[in-house]
């Protein structure tokens, strides 16, 4: 979509509606422009001669080619004027009014318009309805914000794009101003009629500038790319979806005129990518803020970061409840080696005893604030030990020198630190300020600081799992035949027909056109065998008394084939089939999402469908190897392992089929959907007992 630098880093910027009252946005625009950027600036506005010392122009008195300007009129005039730039040639347009599509009917008739001369012009723009760009390197601040802002520049590694203008206005001066929080660039893209999450996405991959990536989305508007952007992506990405509930979409509609999606796609590429998924805006910076400081230890290309950690703490109850926490998540309390111990306790009272969490008051009391220092450092060199979780009373006798030369150890010796902070204000901003510099993650609450490393510590771990090499050869896939039959809908016969022949296991099954027909493939598959009625465009046909099972002799099957003759009119089939033994049964389809194209389900059927709820849905396309670790993001895996009466699932088998489906939605563009319901597993292996193809009209 072209290169943004035009938006980040323009020789020359006009602004629209740039004001001399001091309460407008037009004027807090202007001097947020005037503060930081070093180039050529144009304000607009017939009603001025000249602002601050600055002439006023009217757009056609600006120069042709400029390279940015940015809009802040009513609604109703931004059309009018957005056409005049068109006219100046002018490459680029931030449009920071609001009034558009989110407010509905006559609002999206002007973002319409706007969105034809976009098409026509080639020129770029950014919003409407968003608080801009603030970059806090270069020190643009193309945006309304609070001029407050300029008391909290702090420029970092963390970049966000977001679809709402609260999170690069109030919230991050919030962040910024009250915690150890420093930002590359904060991208508001509100109704982002052209300038999408894709575009920032990809261009914030390739900043150098940024090293971590914050999203606030309420719609993902390129789903096939977005996709593509964040399963290639070598930075760490962590996202907040607004619009996950029925209530938050409707609430989405009305904020930016976003389509909230299906959740459940969204959350299947979190899955199957390295996003990272969070529940609020503070939780988003924190974890950004985690993921940050590691770059200080491995640059995040060396996944052998492990999941043991130290709890080092004033406070023995405050270690308690760190432990209590750690409960379900991924990381868990290291041991800590006799030698460890031993060099801990000659700096603690005799009466101390030593273990993990460590208790280093008592040592304090006795050896001095050296001693915090010191047992810090006996616990960083132990090997056992991947991860420390520092506690800290702010107006202790830790000092600067203090905390750089915990940072020299813990970078030394690869141990990434997290401090949990309470004591009085000025000490904790003191404290802020000093990790902030230090690139030293730090957290107000115990909970808050468990999270970041248990998600931090799952990245890692996903980025080291593999599925094992000596089960998985993409050259056993089949390669795929032309779509039989123009039918819309496949019945259960020819999709599995179909299914079949691309290598998916199905029931063993025939079609027969008399009762001696029947009684013959009974005989040759062996009883018990299930009657099914098949009828064009059916799909649902137990409801239709269509289906009889338990036929376990052949006066049953005689009288089950008596009566479903009776039922079929001259344009339907009659199948047989084998009636398989159940250990349980899976579910798996293939769907085209509006946005993300095809995606494929996986979850467990039958009577276990209700009670466990248990699914997953992924978007195509992905490997047999990806396919193969798909398998172990159900939930209930000591099912699939074999628990009790549960026979244990072949999963290079199931990886196959969900590989197959994902193929399909990619090669066939007319598959609309395929049901694979149920598959049944058993001790001999998993079939396909009733399947469905449906194309498009």
């Not at 950027?37 to 506005?45: L, T």
């Not at 988003?284 to 993921?291: H, I, K, Q, Y």
Request: charge should be neutral; charged fraction near 25%.
């Amino acid at each position: 979509m072209g290169n943004l630098d035009l938006f980040f880093y323009p020789r020359n910027i006009a602004i629209i509606g740039a004001s001399k009252e001091k309460t407008k946005g037009g004027n807090v625009i202007l001097n947020n422009v005037r503060k930081g950027f070093k180039g050529e600036i144009f304000p607009v506005n017939p009603k001025y001669e000249e602002i601050d010392g600055l002439r006023c122009y009217n757009i056609s008195e600006l120069p042709e080619g400029l390279d940015l300007a940015i809009v802040f009129v009513p609604a109703k005039a931004v059309v009018d004027s957005v056409l005049e730039l068109t006219k100046k040639k002018i490459k680029g347009i931030i449009i920071e009014s609001g009034g558009f599509a989110e407010t509905g009917e006559f609002g999206q008739k002007l973002q319409n318009q706007l969105l034809e001369i976009r098409k026509h012009s080639g020129i770029r723009i950014w919003g409407p309805n968003c608080m801009g760009i603030v970059d806090m390197h270069s020190r643009h601040i193309f945006s309304f914000v609070s001029p407050i802002i300029w008391d909290f520049i702090y420029p970092g590694d963390i970049s966000l794009i977001v679809q709402s203008g609260m999170l690069t206005a109030s919230f991050l001066i919030d962040m910024c101003s009250s915690g150890p929080f420093s930002i590359a660039k904060a991208c508001s893209i509100g109704n982002k009629l052209d300038v999408d999450e894709c575009d920032l996405l990809e261009y914030l991959l390739n900043d150098p500038q940024t090293k971590v990536i914050g999203m606030y989305l309420e719609s993902i508007k390129r789903g096939t790319k977005f996709f593509e952007l964040v399963k290639n992506a070598q930075k760490p990405i962590v996202i907040l979806k607004g619009g996950k509930t029925r209530q938050g979409a409707k609430a989405a509609l009305t904020h930016t005129a976003s389509y909230a999606g299906s959740y459940e796609v969204i959350s299947g590429i979190f899955e199957q990518t390295n996003l990272v998924e969070v529940n609020d805006f503070k939780e988003m910076m924190n974890l950004c803020l985690g993921f940050s400081s590691m770059y200080e230890y491995n640059n995040l290309k060396n996944t052998q970061i492990g999941n043991r950690i130290a709890v080092v703490t004033f406070s023995g109850g405050a270690g308690i409840v760190s432990t209590d926490l750690f409960k379900d998540k991924s990381i868990e309390l290291a041991t800590l080696s006799k030698d460890t111990i031993r060099r801990i306790k000659s700096l603690s009272p005799e009466w101390m005893p030593i273990s993990n969490p460590a208790d280093v008051w008592p040592a304090v009391e006795k050896k001095g604030p050296s001693a915090y220092v010191q047992i810090f450092k006996e616990i960083c060199e132990d090997d056992g030990v991947d991860f420390i979780f520092l506690h800290v009373f702010s107006r202790g006798n830790l000092r600067y020198r203090d905390f750089k030369e915990i940072k020299n150890i813990s970078k030394r010796m690869k141990k990434p630190v997290f401090f949990w902070v309470i004591g009085e204000r000025d000490g904790k901003h003191e404290l802020f300020e000093i990790c902030r510099e230090l690139k030293l993650p730090v957290f107000q609450e115990i909970s808050s600081a468990v999270e970041v490393m248990d998600k931090i510590v799952r990245f890692y771990q996903k980025l080291k799992t593999k599925a094992p090499a000596y089960l998985i050869s993409e050259e056993e896939l089949p390669t795929y035949l032309s779509l039989p039959s123009k039918k819309e809908i496949l019945d259960e016969f020819e999709s599995k027909l179909f299914l079949r022949s691309l290598g998916i296991p199905t029931v063993e099954e025939y079609l027969v056109s008399s009762e001696k027909d029947s009684i013959f493939c009974a005989e040759k598959m062996g009883y018990p065998v299930v009657l099914k009625g098949i009828l064009p465009g059916l799909i649902h046909k137990t409801e239709e008394g269509l289906v009889k099972t338990n036929l376990y002799t052949q006066n049953l099957l005689k009288a089950a084939y008596l009566e479903m003759e009776k039922r079929i009119p001259d344009n339907g089939k009659i199948l047989i089939q084998k009636q398989l033994e159940i250990g349980y049964e899976l579910i798996a389809g293939l769907n085209r999402d509006e946005n993300f194209g095809p995606v494929v389900m996986l979850g467990f059927g039958g009577i276990l469908a209700d009670i466990l709820k248990d699914k997953i849905v992924r978007v195509a396309p992905f490997s047999l190897k990806e396919a193969y670790l798909f398998t172990y993001d159900l939930k209930n895996q000591k099912i699939l392992e074999g628990y009790r009466k549960y026979p244990k699932i072949d999963r290079l088998e199931v990886a196959k089929i969900i590989k197959i489906l994902g193929d399909l939605g990619q090669r066939f563009d007319k598959i609309e959907s395929i049901d694979l319901n149920p598959l049944i597993v058993n001790s001999h292996g998993i079939f396909c007992v009733d399947a469905t193809i449906i194309k498009k009209r």
